[in-house]
Structure formats: structure tokens, C-alpha cells
């Protein structure tokens, strides 16, 4: 093992594209384990990493957070998991599990946490280590091509969810690769989802109008009825006055994105009358747990395009142009 080579899509240094390269396999440590990375989506995260929004720890850095893979080799004290299981790891990679946080259900909101792709290398890789506590089993028989943007995507955009409450009619702003599960997820539990994309983008409208939107329409545009709740996926805070606009009194407008991009002064007027501005940060292992036994139940129609692990640069431009319909899967 110890010769053995990986191959690898490396950050250098911020705002530079990724350089492929050949390191030695790494070996796990205590209470970890290597995978054979099979997939692993990309996520507008990623962006922000590459791109130099979201400051990484140290360089040089594997980005990739949404990881399938199967389990090649143990670390010291592992029992949860064997070799030979398909497993995900999403973007919290490790929680400390002392702080206030932590001890309150909470690790989400850790004080001292580890993210995959940004504090330790990630999946845009044919190898990656992981933390064995913070895999996520999964399905031999599931295809790795729709289960990695699951992993992310269908993460943030359930507790998205989650957090609008009872709201019947929700607004999606950016439909993009969380927009597109969440909006299946919300029908799917009897609500109305009105979908914002980037103004002209006719095929994201079309997109979101064949997964069942009652609506889709321009970011800049009013929807038709006043909404219950909205979810701002796109990194555009100018997005947030005009979701407060577009919510009734005592609605509720669901930040749901790790970055953006400043938020406009607005007049109180649109935050008045009881409305609420919330953000999600990170998600839990609970989280996972809900959600895949949601997705178990309740199946989800996956748009993902696959990507070689040589063209992950393309793969990073065509999400940053909005040249994606769904997902992009990096395939080692």
C-alpha cells in the first residue's frame, strides 16, 4: 500500500485552476479509513474554495466534499464500518463533540470542526481518507453518479427545508443542484415550490417547471402569490431583499448557502410585520440520517452530468457559467 499511487486534483494556491497529480496512497489513521473514491459532486462550495472565498487552513489542498467511495483499509479502533462498504462522506468531516455545541445536539455549529475538501484533503481524488464516525453507509446498488449529490446538495437543501417550517408555498432562488432535489422533496410532502433562476435562464425555468414547479421564473420577477417561505441557494445577497419581498407577513427566508456575496441595505419595511432572515450552516449526521431515510422511502429523479477526474477544472467552470442542468459528478 505504502507504494501504491493515487492521483489527485490539487488546489495550489487560490484562483489558480487544479493541477492533476500522482502522490503516495495515504495510509488511515486512528478511527479512520481509505476509500477508492468512485464519484464526488462538485458543489458551489467548491467554488468558493477554489476561488479563494472560503480561506483553507493550509495549501496545498484536494477540494471535494460530496465523496462516494468504497472502503479499502481500516485505521487502528474502526469497528462501525468493513472493508468493501460504499459509504459517503459529506462536508463535515470531524466535530470535537466537548464543545457547548456539540454536548446540545448541535454539531453543525462546532466550534472546532474539520470540513472535508477545505480542513483535510477531499474527493476530487481516486483516493481520500475519512474519519469513520463521519461516513455515511450507503447502498452497494445505488448508482455512485446520483448518490454523490446527495451527499451535499440533497444535505443542504433538506435542512433548508427543514428550517421554513410548515410553509406550503416555497420559493427556490438559484436551481441548482440543491434547488432541484429540494423541490422534489417539498412535493413530495404536499408543498408548492416556485423556482428563481438567473434571468433569461429558460432552461433552468423549463427545468424546474418538468420536476413540478407551479411557477418558475426570472430572480427579478414577483411570483404570481405571495410565498409562505423562501430559500436562497444562489450566492447573490442582493437575492435576499427580494425574497423578503416575495414572502407574506410572518414568512421566513432561509439563507442557505455557506457564502454570499454582501446583502444590499434594504428598507425595515420588508423585514416588518414578523417576517424572519435565518441562515443554515453546515449540517448534522442526524441530518443524514433523516434525509437518506427520506430518499430510501421517497425516491429522488438525480440530474447529475459526469466528469473525468482530468477535466474536474471544466467541470468547476461550467457550475460557475450556469451551464449546469442538476449536478456535476466527478468520476475517478
Do not use: K
Not at 164 to 181: C, D, K, M, S
Amino acid at each position: 500500500m505504502a507504494h501504491e499511487l493515487m492521483r489527485a486534483m490539487v488546489l495550489r494556491q487560490p484562483r489558480e485552476p487544479l493541477h492533476l497529480e500522482e502522490r503516495p496512497v495515504p495510509e488511515p489513521g486512528a478511527g479512520e479509513v481509505l476509500l477508492r473514491v468512485e464519484a464526488c459532486a462538485v458543489c458551489r462550495t467548491d467554488l468558493h474554495v477554489v476561488d479563494g472565498e472560503l480561506p483553507l487552513p493550509h495549501l496545498p489542498r484536494v477540494p471535494g466534499h460530496e465523496i462516494v467511495g468504497i472502503v479499502q483499509r481500516l485505521g487502528p479502533g474502526v469497528t462501525r464500518l468493513s472493508t468493501g462498504m460504499r459509504v459517503g462522506v459529506p462536508w463535515l468531516g470531524h466535530a470535537c463533540g466537548l464543545c457547548a455545541a456539540c454536548a446540545g445536539g448541535r454539531e453543525n455549529l462546532c466550534e472546532a470542526p474539520v470540513f472535508t475538501g477545505h480542513g483535510r484533503d477531499g474527493g476530487f481524488a481516486s483516493h481520500a481518507v475519512a474519519e469513520a464516525d463521519f461516513c455515511i453507509p450507503l447502498n452497494l446498488e445505488q448508482p455512485p453518479l446520483l448518490v454523490a449529490p446527495l451527499l451535499c446538495a440533497g444535505l443542504i437543501g433538506w435542512r433548508s427545508l427543514r428550517m421554513t417550517g410548515g410553509a406550503r408555498r416555497v420559493g427556490l432562488y438559484g436551481f441548482g443542484a440543491a434547488a432541484h432535489l429540494v423541490a422534489q422533496v417539498a412535493l413530495q410532502q404536499d408543498r408548492q415550490v416556485y423556482a428563481f433562476t438567473r434571468p433569461g435562464d429558460v432552461a433552468a425555468q423549463d427545468f424546474a417547471r418538468r420536476l413540478g414547479a407551479a411557477w418558475a421564473g426570472s430572480s427579478q420577477e414577483a411570483p404570481p402569490v405571495p410565498l409562505d417561505a423562501a430559500i436562497v441557494f444562489a450566492p447573490d445577497g442582493a437575492l435576499v431583499p427580494l425574497a423578503l419581498r416575495a414572502v407574506r407577513p410572518g414568512g421566513r427566508v432561509v439563507c442557505g448557502g455557506i457564502h454570499m456575496s454582501d446583502i444590499p441595505s434594504f428598507p425595515y419595511e420588508l423585514l416588518w410585520h414578523e417576517r424572519q432572515l435565518m441562515s443554515v450552516a453546515n449540517l448534522t449526521r442526524a441530518d443524514a440520517t433523516e434525509f437518506f431515510e427520506f430518499a430510501r422511502c421517497h425516491p429522488l429523479d438525480v440530474h447529475a452530468t459526469p466528469y473525468p477526474l482530468e477535466r474536474a477544472n471544466v467541470a468547476l467552470a461550467d457550475l460557475r457559467a450556469g451551464r449546469v442542468l442538476g449536478a456535476a459528478v466527478v468520476m475517478p
